[in-house]
């Protein structure tokens, strides 16, 4: 916390007044059907982006980030938010989602960002860099927004401003997480309800492999999803169940899109089921219901790679883990692990080693914790 105090000074020669806090996310179960009308299972993680704030009184919005410090002091004028094809473009989208919801800033600020989230490894880098600025911005104007609104903010710039037609969970999870929890939200009405993950350790593994073709395969992904839709003549895929899609999937001409299809509509029970067994204790079978949905994303929705199946091949293998799927958009980043507790070191160490022997690289691996979602730590504000 002095660190990034200090930083701000030095970047800025003046203290900061808020220092908040959003972590990343890992989602256990529940991939794509987010932007279909379904259920997603995520929880928040012990990492995430730190933010060091100050308001200005000129109308300027300035951005530093730890993490991008080859570009320097990133400065946009309130009156001209346009994009500048950084990472400063984030936080901007969110300062004028803010405004598209209806909330005025009474003036500029200056931003400080640090992160301990690895970068494009679909752990939500983005969404806790648009939670953590909506959390700024909320304490430093005193906007009267929820933490809800805030993910929605962030939901929306993304998909307005930086092109990515990404769905609400991950900003969700960022801004409405809770310790030791994983939350089930139905992505159609955003009702939500936690769950405890109880005696389960969770680890992720991060293949290495960065997800540079997400954004666009990912909004390819949706485009094939409608198509299914129209086909369906639904409102969203994920108000049928399983076999109402088997009794009309022939209507979807298209292989590749009633492949799609299948994997959503499939996912989205297993999501609610998932949760179902957590609920009960049923650890074996939330990894059976993991275990089915890697596979379903590796062949119907097919969004994996041969490092992310060898990795939940792997794990699947190894003692005491009751699932293992790849967590995510896909095309790379981590896979998601839930194993009996206590076994934390010793999964790492195996799955670290058939990793090297089969890729020569050793992937980074992280045993995580369900944590609260975005909040303010400090807020120093002179009024
Ligand atoms: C990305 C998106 C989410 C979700 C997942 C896939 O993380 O940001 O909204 O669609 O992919 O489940």
């Known amino acids: 916390m002095n660190n990034i105090k200090e930083a701000f000074l030095s970047i800025y020669q003046r203290p900061p007044e808020v220092i908040c806090f959003a972590p990343g996310r890992v989602n256990l ?61 984030y936080p901007v989208g969110v300062i004028r989602a803010f405004a598209a919801f209806g909330y ?52 929306f710039a993304e998909n307005r401003f930086i092109g990515v037609k990404c769905g609400i969970m991950d900003q969700f999870a960022s801004a409405m997480g809770r310790r030791g929890c994983a939350v089930l939200l139905n992505s159609a009405t955003l009702k939500y309800e936690y769950a405890p993950i109880g005696d389960a350790a969770t680890v992720i593994v991060n293949s290495g492999v960065k997800h540079s073709l997400a954004s666009s395969a990912y909004n390819l992904r949706r485009q094939e999803c409608k198509t299914a839709l129209s086909a369906l003549g639904a409102h969203t895929l994920c108000e049928l169940t399983p076999d109402e899609f088997e009794e009309n999937k022939n209507k979807i001409t298209d292989p590749i899109c009633r492949k799609r299809a299948r994997h959503v509509i499939y996912e989205n029970k297993r999501a609610i089921d998932a949760a179902s067994a957590l609920k009960s204790g049923d650890l074996a079978l939330f990894g059976r219901l993991m275990n089915l949905s890697h596979a379903s994303l590796r062949d119907d ?83």
Not at 42 to 51: K, Q, S
Not at 305 to 330: H, K, N, P
Not at 346 to 363: H, L, M, V
């Open 104 to 155: 005025l800033l009474a003036d500029g600020a200056d931003f400080y960002f640090c992160g301990d989230l690895p970068d494009g490894a679909g752990l939500s880098s983005s969404a806790a860099l648009e939670v953590a600025t909506g959390t700024a911005l909320k304490a430093l104007f005193d906007v009267p927004v929820t933490p809800q609104e805030i993910a929605a903010i962030g939901q």
């Open 29 to 89: 179960i529940g991939e794509h059907t987010d932007y279909n009308g379904g259920h997603v299972f995520p929880c928040a993680v012990d990492m995430g982006i730190t933010c060091a704030a100050s308001p200005r009184r000129d109308r300027v919005f300035r951005f530093y980030s730890q993490n991008f410090i080859d570009d320097g002091i990133r400065e946009y004028r309130a009156v001209n938010l346009a994009r500048q094809g950084c990472w400063a473009d």
């Open 301 to 383: 929705y097919e969004v994996s790679c041969a490092e992310l199946d060898f990795l939940a091949d792997s794990a699947q293998s190894i003692d005491g883990v009751y699932g293992s799927r790849m967590t995510g958009g896909g095309f790379g980043g981590c896979t998601v692990t839930l194993l009996k507790r206590g076994g934390e070191e010793s999964f790492i160490e195996k799955i670290k080693t058939a990793y090297r022997d089969r890729f020569g690289t050793t992937p980074e691996a992280y045993a995580v914790t369900a944590a609260d979602g975005a909040a303010v730590v400090e807020n120093v504000r002179q009024k």
